[in-house]
């Protein structure tokens, strides 16, 4: 779900390989990047969405118009509860970066209960949400908004909830080890970022660590949401 897109989000971190092409000396016309995570647990604004996941995710950034096309998903390769479904995740990302320090995306999130076409549309039947996305990185400090237009996204009283999310972030170093520190908020009725939210909660705080061990990036996280009351840790590497 972070996964992403976004500027706090996790999914999508790692080392990449790149190509060019059309290049010019200074700054290639396109860039391609492909990168994947293994990590322990998939936690994602503040909630625990799986066990034992692989993240793979690739980008196609045209340079010009600062246009990125993403992709990334996650599989879950162990069941926590044997009687639930593995989770699986199909993620598509739409970014305009019409100031550097400025994002503008949509996130296509689809969850593998029906087909990927035909559960294709803007209803809440539909196995798509969708969601805009708006980041701006005044360098200390990150903001984004996030708030879901379309797709699976019922309230409480089954109306559409325009369930949103936001996050302020800010990274930091210590010792040898840089990570961010993050803390997220449902602004009201919310049926996909945190089920059953009634109003502003804050859902999300999180500390990240990233530190690289034999030339291999690891990352650990720590979790706590408030408005369950529960603490997640993940561990993962980035290829």
Excluded at 4 to 20: H, M, R, W, Y
Excluded at 116 to 144: C, K, M, Q, R, V
Excluded at 159 to 171: G, L, M, N
Excluded at 175 to 194: I, P, R
Aim: net charge negative; proline share 4%.
């Amino acid at each position: 779900m972070e996964r992403v897109f976004v500027v706090a989000a996790l999914a999508c971190s790692g080392l990449c390989i790149s190509s060019t092409s059309f290049a010019q000396e200074s700054t290639p016309a396109v860039t391609v990047s492909v990168g994947a995570d293994v990590v322990s647990s998939y936690l994602w604004r503040g909630q625990e969405c799986g066990g034992f996941s692989v993240q793979p995710a690739a980008t196609v950034t045209f340079n010009k118009p600062a246009i990125s096309i993403g992709a990334w998903a996650s599989a879950e390769l162990f069941q926590k509860d044997a009687a639930a479904l593995n989770m699986t995740e199909f993620d598509l990302s739409l970014t305009w970066n019409p100031l550097e320090a400025f994002t503008v995306g949509v996130t296509d999130y689809y969850f593998h209960t029906d087909g990927y076409i035909g559960s294709l549309n803007l209803s809440s039947s539909s196995s798509h949400t969708f969601e805009a996305n708006l980041a701006y990185d005044l360098g200390p400090l990150a903001l984004a908004w996030n708030t879901v237009f379309a797709g699976c996204d019922l309230g409480p009283d089954d109306d559409r909830a325009y369930s949103t999310y936001v996050e302020v972030s800010a990274p930091w170093k210590l010792g040898g080890v840089d990570g961010s520190a993050a803390v997220g908020a449902s602004l009201w009725d919310d049926g996909f970022t945190l089920v059953d939210t009634n109003g502003f909660k804050v859902c999300n705080v999180t500390l990240t660590a990233n530190k690289e061990l034999f030339s291999i990036p690891f990352f650990g996280q720590i979790v706590y949401n408030p408005a369950l009351d529960k603490v997640y840790f993940a561990v993962g590497i980035s290829f």
